[in-house]
Antibody, heavy 122, light 107 residues
Framework: QVQLQESGPGLVKPSQTLSLTCTVS??????????WSWIRQHPGKGLEWIGY???????YYNPSLKSRVTISVDTSKNQFSLKLSSVTAADTAVYYC??????????????WGQGTLVTVSS | DIQMTQSPSSLSASVGDRVTITCRAS??????LNWYQQKPGKAPKLLIY???SLQSGVPSRFSGSGSGTDFTLTISSLQPEDFATYYC?????????FGPGTKVDIK
């Protein structure tokens, strides 16, 4: 059973780069067939998809965040990572990683990590 | 971007009630619509994918229907563990988007 776990600093200063890592267990990222995604949720708000990556390194980003986002994968560690540059208080959120499954042309997120709160503050 | 709306934004219901939540897309998304349940402090959990396919392990009281722009999530008989927030999500476009959520609480 695949499980995902986010890790990284819980506090980031404005204008700096937010960096998070998602460790996948119970399955191999490099086995293929799945994308791996980041999603965030502002406090008390809805869900916002950030982007996803394939084990080969192919990436797709939310156009609203594309200029500041980089998602990378390290198959040797079975991890994928998120970098979000030039952060402001508006980037304060719970960040989730999730696996992307696909069938019949549609794609969905399952499972999800437990989430990690990142606060942007000086 | 494809915009997703949900109605109602919140509802109060009793155990045993039939509950219906509606999700509408700003353009046709075929059946590329998924539903998630989120409880406070927890990650979302997949309930329904491809508009009407029940995720393994999810109780059969949950069902989904619709295609094009209008979709529904139905809980046939609300149970205490179903009080949560429900989100729809489209994957028709590469830029996935979620609905704003529907909070189901106890009447």
């Amino acid at each position: 059973q695949v499980q995902l776990q986010e890790s990284g600093p819980g506090l980031v200063k404005p204008s700096q780069t937010l960096s998070l890592t998602c460790t996948v267990s119970g399955g191999s990222i490099s086995s293929g067939g799945y994308y791996w995604s980041w999603i965030r949720q502002h406090p008390g708000k809805g869900l916002e998809w950030i982007g996803y990556i394939y084990y080969s390194g192919s990436t797709y980003y939310n156009p609203s965040l594309k200029s500041r986002v980089t998602i990378s994968v390290d198959t040797s560690k079975n991890q994928f990572s998120l970098k979000l540059s030039s952060v402001t208080a508006a980037d304060t959120a719970v960040y989730y990683c999730a696996r992307v499954l696909a069938a019949a042309g549609t794609r969905w997120f399952d499972p999800w990590g437990q989430g990690t709160l990142v606060t942007v503050s000086s | 971007d494809i915009q997703m709306t949900q109605s109602p934004s919140s509802l109060s219901a009793s155990v045993g009630d039939r509950v219906t939540i509606t999700c509408r897309a700003s353009q046709s998304i075929s059946s590329y619509l998924n539903w998630y349940q989120q409880k406070p402090g927890k990650a979302p959990k997949l309930l329904i994918y491809a508009a009407s396919s029940l995720q393994s392990g999810v109780p059969s009281r949950f069902s989904g229907s619709g295609s094009g722009t209008d979709f529904t999530l139905t809980i046939s008989s609300l149970q205490p563990e179903d009080f949560a927030t429900y989100y729809c999500q489209q994957s028709y476009s590469t830029a996935f988007t979620f609905g704003p959520g529907t909070k189901v609480d106890i009447k």
